[in-house]
């Protein structure tokens, strides 16, 4: 399967449990939303993936892509240290100018 390069570096980082590779993903102001809760801006989401990795080591392996102009969709198999592991998630990219402009994860 072919990943935008983005994407690509995005799984790369979380499975090199990388924060600050995984926020530089992001644009300047882009938003993840994670369990519900959002996250606005690269400090405020590489904060939030230092959390997770020091608790779950959590590592992707994609599964799926798919792609509707900006809008795209990732499934990929999440295994950590968090229960009920491994999980199939689905990552909901805003893709634009080759930075995440809005991510959420869903399960």
Known sequence: MKLPKIVEDLVQAQNNLDNVAFAACFSETGEMIDEGKPYKGRIAI?????ETNEKYRSVMKPLAYT?????????????????????????????????????????
């Open 67 to 107: 792609e509707n102009g900006t809008a795209s969709v990732l499934a990929a198999e999440v295994s950590g240290t968090f229960p009920g592991s491994p999980a199939v998630l689905k990552f909901h990219f805003n893709i634009m100018d080759g930075e995440i402009q809005y991510l959420k994860v869903t399960g």
């Open 46 to 50: 590489q904060d939030l993936i230092a």
